[in-house]
């Protein structure tokens, strides 16, 4: 059993900057997918950006821009950054990977923007 655990987020003002973390129990080199969804407040969950193992990161046109997607694969740990919070970036972020098919998810992490 994989397992992913986030950390960062929690009350942020609008304007700053987001840098959320998903360290992985398996090295994540080996994975072949690792990814960020975002699920905001009654809505749909929503994906941000995949990295495929030997790719570059593929953003959802509608994120690309906004969020940066990176892995560090000596830690076993995948990056997700925002400069420049909006009140409309409130959610929570979830990350998972992809190993052979099977999806292992984090818990999630709250981000509430506040103007």
């Known amino acids: 059993q994989v397992q992913l655990v986030e950390s960062g987020g929690g009350a942020m003002q609008a304007g700053e900057s987001l840098t959320a973390s998903c360290a992985t129990s398996t090295a994540i080199s080996a994975v072949d997918v690792v990814g960020w969804y975002r699920q905001a407040p009654g809505a749909q969950r929503e994906l941000i950006a995949t990295?495929?193992?030997?790719?570059?990161?593929n953003y959802v046109p509608s994120m690309e821009g906004r969020f940066t997607v990176s892995k560090d694969d000596d830690k076993n740990t995948m990056y997700l950054q925002r400069i420049g919070l909006k009140v409309e970036d409130t959610g929570v972020y979830l990350c998972?990977?992809?190993?052979?098919?099977?999806?292992?998810w984090g818990r999630g992490i709250q981000v509430t923007v506040s103007s």
């Open positions: 998972f990977v992809i190993i052979k098919g099977a999806y292992f």
């Open positions: 990295l495929a193992r030997g790719e570059e990161v």
